[in-house]
């Protein structure tokens, strides 16, 4: 399986997180609280489109709401295969930090 | 209401900017456009709305250059790599397209320049010069006539001029055309006065004003201005001033110009007043906002005024006279514009062609092309990128052969400067509208040779290409119109440039007529020689090579002198003007011309010199036909009323392209408008020519030691008469040939992908008995149909233009079949010679290589 990119694994989490009402706005405004840093729509939009293709994500259209000008909000729901994909990648970051966790802030509370 | 949405403009750019099927951004960026504007404000709400258009800006554009960037190396990359692979047709391609563009450069130059004449005059659109049906000469009192009737003629002025003898420190020079004019004439033209006196410098007889060019080679580094030079030893001219040099592309040029009121005080005032020969060019400048045709409708009550009935007068405008084609006794070589717009047409044709040599040639690649179109529109290409390859290819072939026609234009410049006569400049890019067209060119041929491979190979669906082998029957049709196509043009073009020598050949004939032995034709430029011209001759013809020889007041194929004839019981509407030349008893021999009736000049009639007259049988016609030998006849040029003696034939005294007019012809005089001979004409034996023009030249020397003995052959001068007719036939068969060229190399080109696509045919109906003779038979057969078929098309069409352009000639050749049959033969045989050499390589190869594979 391809490894998910940071990008891709954030949006996911936080797709898996926000359950029913994971999209444009909350989606952004949450990596946004989460990280401190403004993700454009563009780039929140390609990767969230980058996810659709793969088949992690799946699409659905919502009621069209007056205070979007008439317009449907977009929701984002993380398929079985989206969540392997976390899965996945939990258990490699697992992997790859497993021990040096304790050295680095060992280390650090050892000062 | 409080407005919560955001700005309409910014939402309309977002819009355009994002994709569309993400309907989910504009929606988003609205709602958190609210919540910001609820939290923060309407400010800090547009600002932040406004961010998100501008932030992804860079990112968009720099992807959007780098992947059309990409594309644009990867097309660059395969039609450079076609260029190479396939040599041939890219050679055939890239040829065709530089000679087509070649030619249209100098179209384009040569048309320019032709019509760019006499612009460089200040008020060029508002002066005008007046003729006379065919003449460009008219009387002498018309330009002060027309100021004084005509409010709206600021002024009007007089030009002639004759041809003399300078003496110029010591040296003597031959000056063709020395000019007379009117002072007005300097300020209705604006030639630039380099240093001097003003203007009214030529209001005063003998003044004459010099070009720089003539001050520095006949004066040095001296000043000019002031000096004294005499004139054919008659009279001083005193050099009032220098004009700077006068542009090439200009009808009216020369180096001397004198006053006109030298001539009063010299030829006389009746020369320069009245109604009665035809000798000046008038010309005239016109009130600003002044309608010229309002004034030409005026000129009627001009001629009830002063009694013409003859003058048909005409408006030409300066800058028009120079295209308008040569008039009777112009001035200057004039153009006819109808022939710069033939070679035009040729050259558009040409440029055609190539095109669709480009067309052709393309498609018939189709298969050579196929897997890489398929291969593109698998990896998504749509049919808009396909388009936009082939434009591309096509338009870089076309760029590519507008920088290689450039080279060869400035390198063919110079000969072709030398073939028109004519000094098109070099560079084209100092002329915005030059440097337009050179643009366009490329872009207009690369869009017309490309467009149709390019829809042709995006329509090819994926599907059919994979399949690899296929079948393109409508395209061939079109494939072969294409080949008719051309076949009817060079068809046409042939039959055109063998009709135009016909009628050349035809005229020279014509005008040369059967005169027997070459015959030289000596200018008399000495005043004493003109006046007794005897003894000269009696001295040339002791040379035993000397067959005979006659003096004439005119060329004879050149009579233009003339005057209205009246006689006794004549009708006033039956007046005409008779054209009258002054000869010697032997003339009518001399040029073996039919005596019809009467007698020719006789040394036993003695009264013959007074007032016999010889007439031709079109000024017979005119006097009523019947008795005419006998009559008295008047005409303002002769000196006393003088008795037909004879009727001559018509032979043609001037161009063929006018129609014989009424002619009398009288001896020598001494005095009178015609005293004095200008021309001796000597016949000679054409074994001795060499010997003979010597012994002229020795015979001169001894009579006119100081004036060079100026000469012609009576043929050259002919032809001189023919010039343009000669250079416009020589252009269509120079533009014919290229254009054969072209044809060909489109031939070859598509016998090469016959052959190649035939070869499994040919191989099967060889493995099936088919003889290789039967073969290169059926090859041909279907060029040879193609060939008949675009005959069948172009004879009605060349015959129709040519029967057209042999009505601009008043005598002309009839159009013979044999151009016809003659044209079709050779293109026939030109392709055949040009396709054999695949055709024949493809039927005689074995079957065993080409059915190998199957």
Redesign the interface.
């Known amino acids: 399986m391809k490894e998910l990119t940071k990008a891709e694994e954030t949006l996911l989490l936080t797709i898996l997180r926000l359950k029913d009402n994971a999209y444009g706005v909350a989606i952004k405004r949450h990596i946004q609280n989460a990280t401190g840093k403004a993700l454009p729509y563009g780039t929140l939009y390609f990767i969230l489109e980058q996810l659709t293709k793969k088949g992690f994500v799946i699409r659905f259209t919502g009621e069209p709401k007056p205070e979007r000008g008439g317009r449907s909000r977009i929701y984002y729901r993380l398929t079985p295969e989206g969540s392997r994909a976390l899965e996945h990648a939990y258990k490699i970051q697992r992997r790859i930090w497993n021990g040096y966790a304790e050295q680095i802030w060992g280390e650090k509370t050892g000062k | 209401m409080k407005r919560?949405?955001p700005p309409k403009i910014a939402e309309r750019i977002l819009a355009i900017l994002?994709f569309s099927k993400?309907?989910?951004?504009?929606?988003?960026?609205?709602?958190?456009y609210?919540?910001i504007l609820s939290e923060e404000g309407r400010f800090r709400a547009n600002i932040w709305y406004v961010r998100?258009i501008i932030?992804?800006l860079p990112?968009?554009i720099l992807s959007t250059v780098y992947w059309s960037y990409e594309m644009f190396k990867n097309y660059l990359k395969i039609a450079l790599r076609n260029i190479r692979r396939h040599k041939s047709f890219s050679f055939i391609n890239i040829a065709g397209l530089v000679m087509g563009m070649t030619v249209c450069l100098f179209l384009i130059q040569l048309i320019r320049y032709e019509l760019s004449y006499d612009g460089f005059h200040q008020d060029a659109d508002r002066i005008y010069r007046i003729v006379d049906r065919s003449s460009s000469r008219t009387q002498a009192s018309l330009s002060k006539a027309l100021v004084e009737m005509f409010p709206e003629v600021e002024q009007a002025g007089r030009v002639m001029f004759f041809e003399g003898f300078l003496h110029i420190e010591d040296s003597l020079i031959q000056e063709q055309r020395i000019y007379f004019v009117d002072p007005e004439i300097m300020e209705i033209f604006s030639f630039p006065l380099e240093h001097g006196y003003d203007r009214e410098a030529l209001s005063e007889p003998f003044a004459v004003l010099i070009t720089r060019r003539a001050a520095s080679q006949y004066f040095g580094t001296n000043d000019p201005v002031g000096k004294i030079f005499s004139f054919n030893n008659r009279f001083d001219f005193h050099v009032k001033g220098i004009l700077k040099e006068i542009p090439e592309n200009a009808h009216f040029r020369f180096d001397f110009v004198a006053s006109m009121s030298t001539l009063k005080s010299r030829i006389g005032q009746d020369f320069l007043m009245g109604w009665g020969s035809r000798e000046f060019f008038t010309y005239f400048r016109l009130a600003e906002n002044a309608d010229p045709a309002a004034l030409a409708n005026k000129f009627d009550i001009l001629k009830e005024k002063y009694g013409l009935e003859r003058p048909e007068y005409h408006l030409q405008s300066l800058k028009k006279i120079h295209v308008g084609g040569n008039l009777q006794a112009d001035m200057a070589m004039n153009t006819d514009i109808k022939y710069v717009t033939i070679l035009g047409v040729i050259s558009i044709f040409i440029l055609l062609m190539a095109c669709l040599n480009y067309i052709n040639l393309s498609t018939a690649q189709a298969s050579k092309r196929l897997k890489e179109i398929g291969l593109r529109k698998v990896l998504g290409s749509t049919r808009g990128n396909i388009i936009r390859q082939f434009l591309g290819e096509s338009l870089l072939t076309a760029i590519l052969a507008m920088v290689l026609s450039l080279s060869s234009f400035f390198l063919l410049l110079p000969v072709m400067n030398q073939f028109w006569n004519r000094s098109l400049s070099i560079n084209i890019f100092q002329d915005p509208v030059a440097t337009f067209l050179l643009f366009c060119v490329p872009l207009v041929v690369g869009y017309t040779a490309g467009i149709f491979p390019a829809l042709y190979f995006s329509a090819l669906s994926p599907v059919m290409l994979a399949r690899g082998k296929m079948k393109i029957h409508g395209k061939r049709r079109l494939r072969n119109g294409l080949i008719v196509f051309q076949f009817v043009i060079t068809v046409f073009l042939l039959i055109g440039s063998f009709i135009i020598d016909d009628q050349l050949q035809y005229l020279k004939k014509k005008s040369s007529n059967a005169y027997g032995e070459p015959i030289v034709m000596i200018t008399l430029n000495d005043q004493r020689i003109r006046r007794n011209h005897i003894p000269f001759k009696d001295a040339l013809l002791q040379h035993p090579g000397i067959v005979e020889a006659t003096a004439s007041f005119n060329l004879p194929f050149m009579i233009t002198t003339g005057s209205w004839c009246s006689w006794p019981g004549q009708i006033e509407d039956d007046r005409f003007i008779i054209r009258h030349s002054c000869v010697e008893h032997n003339f009518v021999d001399f040029y073996q011309i039919d005596l019809i009736e009467g007698r020719n000049f006789s040394e036993e009639f003695s009264t013959d010199e007074a007032n016999a007259v010889l007439i031709n049988a079109t000024a017979a016609r005119l006097m009523g036909g019947e008795n005419v030998i006998g009559r008295t006849i008047t005409t303002s040029s002769l000196l006393q009323n003088a008795t037909v003696v004879g009727i001559l034939e018509d032979f043609h005294f001037k161009p063929l392209t006018q129609r014989i007019e009424p002619l009398t012809l009288t001896l020598l005089k001494d005095k009178g408008l015609f005293a004095g001979v200008n021309f001796l004409a000597v016949k000679m034996d054409p074994h001795q020519i060499p010997e003979i023009l010597a012994f002229i030249e020795e015979t001169w020397q001894d009579f006119a030691p100081e004036y060079p003995l100026v000469f012609n052959f009576m043929n050259d001068r002919i032809e001189a008469l023919y010039r343009q007719e000669t250079k416009v036939g020589e252009g269509i068969r120079m533009l014919t040939i290229i254009e054969i060229f072209l044809a060909c190399l489109g031939l070859f080109g598509l016998s090469l992908f016959t052959a190649e696509q035939k070869t499994k045919e040919i191989g099967l109906r060889k493995v099936l008995g088919a003889s290789s003779h039967s073969l290169v038979f059926m090859l041909f057969r279907e060029l040879i149909r193609w060939i008949v078929f675009a005959s069948l098309i172009a004879f009605p069409l060349a015959w129709y233009v040519m029967y057209r352009w042999l009505q601009n000639f008043e005598y002309h050749t009839e159009i013979e079949w044999t151009s016809f049959a003659l044209s079709t033969l050779m293109v026939l045989l030109v392709s055949i010679l040009t396709m054999g050499y695949h055709l024949v390589r493809a039927s005689r190869a074995n079957p065993i290589d080409t059915l190998r594979f199957e």
């Open positions: 919560t949405r994002s993400n309907i989910g951004i504009l929606g988003d960026t609205e709602e958190e609210r919540i998100q932030l992804p990112f968009l």
